[in-house]
């Protein structure tokens, strides 16, 4: 013992700062221990905030969309998008993609309420669904979770083309696209692709055209 009444080992200076270090580690580790109490609520999860919000019936009335295609009977599944199932914007319903389009060709645009050359495109393509009529159906496959902005979307640029939700972009996983958008899918009647084009269209001619090289069909 020394005067001050330390031991000598704690006189020693790499001790002391040894031992402050524990100290702040000690103090740390109690500020950060999960109570057990509910009456502050922080170590709740807030999962909320990353959700996005439910789409009413009212939202989905309001957009005006035409309903999805329904699968005729006995309709084949085929191709790569098979055994997937999607809900509809219009309605909310599930919709088996490859029964619903089964024996007609089918352009399948994939966006997003936040994809810039997407709400340039998709007034092309309504036009060019218009024009094609019953030769072909024109389908829009939102790739994000946010189903109230995109019916805000489809309803701002006056689009009205039937349309499906897909969060998880499963339809770009199943025909290898690359992950960036617009994406548009051609398929022919049996369900198989004839192709992917990653682009946007430049105008209605230019949908006019790729349908008529890729699917044989002139509208």
Known sequence: MNETGDPPLLRRPAVRWALAA??????????????????????????????????????RAAAGLAPCPAPAPGAPAAGPLAGLTFECLADGAPMDLTAALAGKPALLNLWAYWCGPCATELPHLQEFAQRAGPALTVLT???????????????????????????????????????????????????????????????VADIVDTVSAKLGITV
């Not at 709740?44 to 959700?51: A, D, G, L, N």
């Not at 979307?153 to 690359?178: E, F, H, K, N, Y």
């Open 141 to 203: 496959v939102h790739s994000d979770p946010d189903q109230a902005k995109a019916l805000a979307r489809l309803s701002g640029l006056d689009i009205t083309l039937p349309g499906i939700s897909d969060p998880q972009a499963q339809v770009r996983s199943a025909v290898g696209a690359p992950a960036v958008l617009p994406v548009s899918v051609l398929l022919r009647p049996d369900g198989t692709v004839a192709s992917v084009e990653v682009r946007s269209f430049a105008d």
């Open 22 to 59: 524990l100290i702040l580690v000690v103090a740390a580790s109690v500020a950060l221990w999960p109570r057990g109490d509910s009456g502050t609520g922080t170590g709740e999860t807030r999962q909320t905030s990353q959700q996005p919000p439910g789409v009413s019936a009212e939202q």
